[in-house]
């Protein structure tokens, strides 16, 4: 365990530190050590790792989520420092400054596991040796797409190391009329004082509670959801670590005692009830590098080098719903190119802005383009981002046909009123062709393509501005849950994803000012 001199000259807003019983209790569940050992043996022989995070906005660092816009106060990026100062890894050649152990934050904002699950390997390194996992409070009650990109990461061709985070939502009794509020905000100063004074908010946090009742206050009698409920997502998480046996971190196992106890005061580590301030991510990132550096008592066997077989994974624990996934695709930039049967008028190109620019463009009425997608028998979603500004944009018509049906899609990418030029997306509705229906094909379609669903984009001679240009990003192809992500989840995803790669730190994103470029 790392001495708490070194912590606090390593990391800010980190005044207070748990102690040695509390970080490991931070660690519900260790699980297998078969991946981690591997990492371990890395940084003992002071090999570089590559780290990879991915989240919400708890990972991305808001300014509103780590409490201030500036590095090294989310939970990753501690670790990050802990690791490079107790095994800083060597110099890739004869250079005397040493290297920094290799971070990418692919946390994005306002996001959950319906998001990521189709988009993953877009927010991770190429090289990846250890990913943290964090999705406790952005789940919605859709644990089964969080089993699929577990299961997605679990079978990457890296074979790297997994620690899921969970952070926890913490809630107050509102001292007006006794009534549990699922979400609080410190800036509510009725709710600071009885947080940080009044013993019945300390017994309001629950875990493994009767389902509608309240923890010391039988007096209020059943309030229906009040554990259960609130709780649900975090302990899908922790099932899904145990049937996968994945090491799993969590605020709860750490802190809950203490809270309940009255000796932690909830506002001193968290933002509100779901976002930790740069104290709780300093609670987090204890625990998670106790994880790291300290194997379990029965560490097992490892799959370090030479040694690239896995045991097969367990069937799913939430069933059918999450073997369903058969037709997700996510395809970005130069990505593109696989699903592209044909180009008329269309270029790829990041017009001499780098690879987080880089997509189809065309200029000129007329033009058109065919996307291959992968072909279903249910019901899927198109996500389609393409680049939208107040300047020189045309519109497309988008239709399918082949093996999917769909109702034409008119997409202005001209859109005066925000005065900026960002990513912008549309969702398109996919239907499976009726039985006995024929499959017709476009004359651009080559024949072979009647088995994939045809999806065609043509720019039209109608223009809101005057011009035809319009650029095609990126597309999310996924089944009935890609159809509930929200438009503005998948409007930042797409800027995330351009922030990755360009590789810019995503904690210092800042969205344009009204009036302001951004290209």
Not at 80 to 100: C, G, H, I, M, V
Not at 352 to 363: C, D, Q, S, T, V
Request: glycine share 10%; with cysteine.
């Amino acid at each position: 365990m790392a001495s708490a001199s070194l912590l606090r000259s390593l990391w800010g807003q980190s005044e207070l530190l748990l102690n040695a019983t509390q970080v490991r209790s931070g660690v519900e569940w260790a699980g297998s050590d078969l991946r981690l050992a591997c990492v371990r043996d890395a940084l003992i022989q002071h090999r570089r790792l590559s780290i990879g995070a991915i989240g919400g906005s708890i990972t991305a660092g808001s300014t509103y989520a780590a409490g201030r816009l500036s590095s090294g106060f989310t939970y990753h990026e501690k670790v990050q420092l802990a690791l490079n100062a107790l095994y800083w890894p060597k110099p890739a050649n004869d250079l005397t400054r040493p290297a920094s152990h290799h971070l990418l934050n692919g946390g994005v904002p306002g996001t959950g596991p319906t998001y990521m699950e189709h988009c993953v390997h877009d927010h991770l390194p190429k090289d990846v040796d250890l990913v943290l996992l964090e999705y406790a409070v952005n789940t919605d009650h859709r644990p089964e797409a969080f089993e699929r990109l577990l299961r997605k990461l679990l079978v990457h061709s890296r074979f790297p190391a997994i620690i899921v985070v969970n952070a926890h939502r913490w809630r107050v009794i509102r001292g007006t009329d006794g009534r549990v509020d699922k979400c609080w905000n410190k800036k509510w100063s009725d709710h600071v004082a009885d947080l940080e004074h009044n013993a019945t908010q300390w017994a309001a946090q629950t875990w493994g509670e009767t389902p509608g009742l309240v923890p010391g206050r039988p007096d209020l009698g059943p309030m229906p959801h009040f554990a259960g409920e609130l709780n649900a997502d975090e302990d899908a998480i922790a099932s899904l670590c145990h049937h996968y046996d994945v090491p799993l971190v969590s605020m709860r196992g750490s802190m809950l005692a203490a809270v309940r106890s009255g000796r932690l005061h909830i506002p001193s580590f968290m933002n509100d009830c779901r976002h930790p301030n740069g104290q709780g991510h300093t609670f987090l990132s204890q625990s998670i590098l106790e994880r790291i550096i300290s194997p379990p008592a029965d560490g097992g066997t490892t799959i370090c080098e030479g040694q690239r077989s896995l045991p097969a994974l367990p069937p799913p624990l939430f069933g059918e719903a999450v073997s369903s996934s058969s037709t997700s695709t996510c395809a970005r930039g130069s990505a593109l190119s696989h699903h592209t049967a044909w180009t008329k008028g269309f270029v790829l190109t990041d017009e001499g802005r780098g690879p987080g620019k880089m997509g189809y463009m065309a200029l000129k009425p007329g033009a058109s383009m065919g996307l291959c997608l992968p072909a279903s028998d249910r019901v899927s979603n198109l996500w389609l981002g393409y680049l939208r500004s107040y300047e020189h944009m045309g519109r497309v018509e988008v239709t399918c046909m082949g093996a999917c049906r769909c109702s034409p899609l008119v997409i202005d990418g001209h859109e005066v009123r925000d005065g900026i030029s960002v990513t912008d997306v549309k969702k398109l509705t996919l239907k499976p062709v009726a039985q006995g229906e024929g499959v017709t094909l476009q004359k651009e379609w080559p024949t072979n393509a009647s088995t994939c669903c045809a999806v065609t984009l043509r720019v039209l001679r109608d223009s809101t501005s005057g011009e035809h240009k319009f650029k095609l990003m990126s597309l999310l192809l996924g089944g009935a849950d890609a159809g509930s992500i929200q438009l503005f989840s998948m409007r930042v995803a797409a800027s995330a994803a351009e922030d990755v790669a360009h590789g810019r730190a995503r904690h210092r994103r800042r969205w344009p000012a009204k009036g302001r470029v951004h290209k």
